[in-house]
């Protein structure tokens, strides 16, 4: 679709929008509610149907309903998708602004498959579902309901506050970075996609961790390639084994185990939570980053083995070109999520190495990533996260956390501006279905985010 035409159907889209408006919600937290339920209906999904436009423009009317000016909020049309910004003044227009990031569209969900359609939300049983309650329409409706209820209270901030919605977060990031060049100049990121509280079975709340660090993501390409022939005349090199028994030396290679400030204080604080082996592991590893005995613990547990170190997995593997005929190629991805702070050039060259075979050529075929080192711990950011969960949780011990994932935090790193994750969305271990089956997330939990944010922005906008 032409540039112009993109454009006249969002000025369209917002108009339309503007009047389906909903009323303000006598509290923020029913706004929330409210907001999530309706944007949850939006099948915000890249691809033909992208519904993403569409979403952002009805959180612009809200926004607008709420108080902000129509100039301060605008909605960026990109490829299929769009990207929302809003600006709550302050009275310093020198200040560098604090940004509020997030994202408004989801992965895929296939209506056949779930229990409840997706795209229409329900409120069952103490639970929002549909697609996005969790990851991560409901915390994007929370932001909002903040910032409308600041509005209407005569907040002044010193600084800016920016909110901005990416609209694909769960794809290829071209409006996550897109976005982050924009904010270049940033003072700091709160990024709501990620960070967040632990509830134990019995629904009381443990622990919170904030993110300041994420792993960086990078895929490689391994090639082997070969004359080929005739399947009856067999030759001593193979494309195919000669591909498979570099993946298996892959595979059988660790990289060696790592560390920084936030990892240190996550393990020593979670594993007050943990009990076990597990539990001993990660408070010896905590103090001795070399204890192979605790390092070897870690590695074998799916939950923490991302935490100690670079990781990368075979993810893909094709080679061939007839059932009858010796193969001409064979190829394989190496997916890896590298440690805060480690090139991925250099990982390609120790997995060349690991390979030992130089028949095995390697490509870096990463897309949508850089590299990103780890955001300082910030005196400021810290106190003001525990005074707010402070308030939103009282008690419940609060400790720093490193995403193994990708987010849109990295894209602000890479402009070194300081960005956490700092959800305060606290759930179940066993009721996250974040990218699966009906999604789900406790409404209980949207009145403390609301303190929670209000606390956190006051504190940080001065």
Not at 196 to 225: C, I, M, N, S
Not at 282 to 298: C, N, V
Not at 333 to 344: D, E, L
Request: aromatic share 8%; charged share 20%.
């Amino acid at each position: 679709m032409k540039p112009s035409i993109v454009a006249a159907l969002a000025g369209s889209l917002l108009s339309s929008s503007a009047a389906m408006a909903s009323p303000p919600a006598t509290t923020p937290d029913q706004q929330a509610l409210d907001i999530a339920k309706r944007a949850i209906s939006y099948r915000s999904v890249r691809g033909p149907g992208n519904q993403t436009p569409q979403l952002a423009a009805y959180l612009r009317s809200v926004l607008i309903d709420g108080g902000f000016a129509a100039a301060d909020v605008t909605v960026t049309p990109v490829d299929d998708t769009a990207y929302l910004v809003a600006r709550f003044r302050g009275t310093d227009p020198a200040a560098k602004p604090l940004l509020m990031s997030g994202h408004i569209d989801v992965v895929e969900a296939k209506p056949a498959d779930w229990t409840r359609d997706p795209f229409t939300a329900v409120v069952e049983n103490g639970y929002l579902f549909g697609r996005g309650a969790t990851d991560m329409k409901l915390d994007a409706a929370i932001a909002i309901a903040t910032l409308v209820d600041l509005k209407r209270q005569g907040f002044k901030p010193r600084r800016d506050i920016v909110l901005e919605l990416s609209g694909d977060e769960e794809t290829v990031m071209k409006t996550s970075a897109l976005i982050a060049e924009q904010f270049k100049n940033a003072e700091m990121v709160l990024n709501i996609d990620g960070g967040g509280g632990r509830l134990g079975e019995d629904g009381k709340p443990q622990f919170f961790t904030w993110q300041g660090a994420e792993k960086t993501y990078a895929d490689f390409r391994l090639t082997v390639t070969n004359p080929g022939g005739h399947s009856s005349a067999p030759r001593p090199l193979n494309a195919i084994n000669q591909l498979s028994a570099a993946l298996v030396r892959i595979g059988d290679y660790h990289f060696a185990a790592q560390t920084n400030d936030l990892t240190r204080a996550y393990f020593r604080s979670a594993a007050k939570f943990k009990t076990g082996p597990i539990a001993q592991a990660m408070a010896r590893f905590a103090d001795s980053p070399t204890d192979e005995q605790a390092i070897a613990t870690l590695r074998a547990d799916p939950a923490t083995v991302g935490q100690i170190g670079t990781t990368c997995v075979a993810t893909m593997v094709s080679g061939g070109h007839a059932e009858n005929a010796l193969p001409q190629r064979a190829t394989a991805n190496i997916n890896c999520r590298i440690f805060p702070g480690v090139a991925p050039k250099a990982v390609m060259e120790t997995l060349r190495t690991a390979a030992a075979d130089p028949a095995v050529g390697f490509t870096d075929v990463t897309e949508g990533s850089v590299a990103n080192d780890a955001s300082p711990m910030r005196p400021d950011f810290v106190n003001a996260v525990e005074r707010a969960m402070g308030k939103a949780y009282p008690g419940v011990p609060v400790f720093p956390s490193m995403a193994a994932g990708a987010s849109d935090s990295m894209w602000f790193r890479y402009h070194h501006v300081p960005s956490y994750g700092a959800s305060p969305v606290f759930m179940k271990e066993s009721d996250d279905f974040s990218h699966g089956l009906n999604e789900r997330t406790p409404i209980a939990a949207i009145a403390p985010s609301v303190v929670y944010y209000r606390s956190l922005l006051t504190d940080l906008a001065q």
